[in-house]
């Protein structure tokens, strides 16, 4: 990094960090650790170069591919919702996109696995991770409604893009006691937290938000 950009780096993005955990704390979130990560990940390499600037603020904002980050609070409370309520072992991640999210997955839970359907996301998102470190992430390029191969069973299941209806491999990849997060859009766009118990999903946690579709299929570059 040059002096130019480390210049940068600490003019501009440590205050705006810090307002955004500021932020997150004012609307209830709580959990130390987590906001202690948000505060030194650098979001704005996440994001399209055109919009770094824009990178911590409390707005989704494009990822490439027509695709979105979601602003930092959705993602701060589906993170502090896992965190509340599933082991920390193995958590599948539905819709890779730029990477954010699966970094911070990579921070608390054992093995990552996450899935992307399109090809340039999935190909960025690796190398990205990889260049900063991550090395406990799995990436697969499918369609992540189809869950993962081979059966593994998961103690967390979490989809980053809004759908009408649960995919049903996914329910099978949870593990009992498993926690499943998503956003979906019946009968009004909200993420929600439910509890795998026998053939039965106990409702945790609801909050609206705005997500892009969950989609069919592959898209390659
Ligand atoms: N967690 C991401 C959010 C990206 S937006 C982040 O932190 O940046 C949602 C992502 O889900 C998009 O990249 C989109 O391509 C992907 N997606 C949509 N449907 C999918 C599917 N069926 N399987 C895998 N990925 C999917």
Known sequence: M??????????????KASK?????????????????????IPRHEFVEP???????????????????????LTVARMTEWLLSYSRLGRVLE????SGYQTRILAHFYNK????????????????????????????LFGDGQAGWPNQVEMDAVIITAMA???????THCL??????????DHPNPQIGCWRKEGDRWKCLETESAYFVPLLEGMEYA
């Open 112 to 139: 990552v696995h996450t899935v992307e359907r399109q090809e340039p996301l999935y190909h960025q998102a690796k190398r990205r991770l990889s260049s900063m470190g991550v090395n406990n992430v799995e990436y």
């Open 164 to 170: 009408s209806k649960v995919p049903l491999a996914l």
């Open 50 to 72: 055109a919009f770094s600037h824009l990178a911590y603020s409390a707005t989704p904002l494009p990822i490439g591919r027509n695709q979105t980050i979601s602003q930092p």
């Open 2 to 15: 040059s002096l130019r950009d480390l210049n940068w780096l600490v003019s501009h993005t440590e205050p």
């Open 20 to 40: 955004m955990i500021d932020q997150l704390r004012g609307h209830g979130i709580a959990h130390e650790e987590l906001l202690a990560l948000m505060g030194t």
């Open 94 to 97: 539905i819709g890779t996109g």
């Open 175 to 184: 593990k009992q006691q498993g926690i499943l997060i998503m956003p979906i």
